[in-house]
């Protein structure tokens, strides 16, 4: 069968600055999905990683569908009305617009959305991140889709040797959509050329080159691009189909034992190390680190089976305690270098305004 997953993320509000959401705000995203979605959805999961709240969906309208959007939509402003009542931090912060325009696109809240010519089994891994953007995924996608370093699948199974198509958005462009097809491994190194620059360049989708199937979605909006200013690291969301032609679960899994530097934690303006962590895990030192979750699940007709938690199994304790290190160690250099993100990334307008104060006091000898 023909079916569509969703997955639409928001932040409309957390406890104790940007660090969980609470339990009667998910309560109310989690009753208006129950009962307004009810004759639309084959079936629906709500979780939270750090402060964003995810609503995954299963049904049979397509992506970009406005009665899926307009349903997530409503959730997140019933989920802020709560926010707004109990004085949550950053309550509504993702809702960008006053009224819904047929797609949750441009405004504010973020999608990961694919069709799919159901499997007889389907299993497929559902990521969200926290105080990060959408290049996060540049590193883990790769390795998982064009290198046989991670992947042995590449070597091993005889679909997955064709290699896989990449589209790379250029997510400064505001105009429209700005896409690159590219061709792993042919054009290996033009992905990485592109890839290696997340800020700028993000894997929108992942292709099966043998039998032209979507195997990976990641949403790459940058709420800076909407709101013409930072509102809050745009904390992406990804859907991977695993196994048959595509990598096997601990394939997808592995990079992220990396726990690679990327763009956020404290005020969205530093680098610092992913950690992959159990679901519904908020966020502490240092305002992050960045955070990764990862759920596990199959479904059959649309309806999900309860999820796998594939990063709290033992040997991520490890991961984690080698990311908790790199990201000290990161932070004993404080604002300096590599730290810091560039300026055209810091969420804050603090450094801009010093050096424009201090421009006129150049002088040249
Ligand atoms: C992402 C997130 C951060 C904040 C940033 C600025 O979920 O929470 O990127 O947006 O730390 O937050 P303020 O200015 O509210 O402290
Ligand atoms: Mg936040
Ligand atoms: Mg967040």
Redesign the pocket.
Known sequence: MKLTISVIKA?VGSIG??VAPSRKLRAAVAEHIATAGKDVLLDHAISHT???VAILMTHTLGTGNAVIHQLAWDAFVKGTEVAKSEGL??AGQDLLKTSFSGNVKGMGPAAAEMEIEERAAEPFLFFAA??TDPGAFNLPLYLAFADPMNTPGLLLSPKMSKGFRFVIMDVNYTEGDRVIELNAPENLYEIAALLRDPERFVVESVWSRATGEQAAVVATSRLHNIAGK????D?PVMLVRAQMNFPATGEILAPFAIGHFVA?G???SHQMPLMPVPLLTG?SYF?GPPLVTSAGYCCHNGKLTEPVDNFAHPFWDTVRDATARKSMEMRRQGFFGAAMLPMAEL??TGIVEKLNELEPRFTVR
Do not use: A, I, L
């Open positions: 932040d600055g940007h750090g402060d964003d931090y950053g926290d105080k930072y509102t809050g690291k904390d956020g404290m005020r969205g966020t305002d969420e804050y």
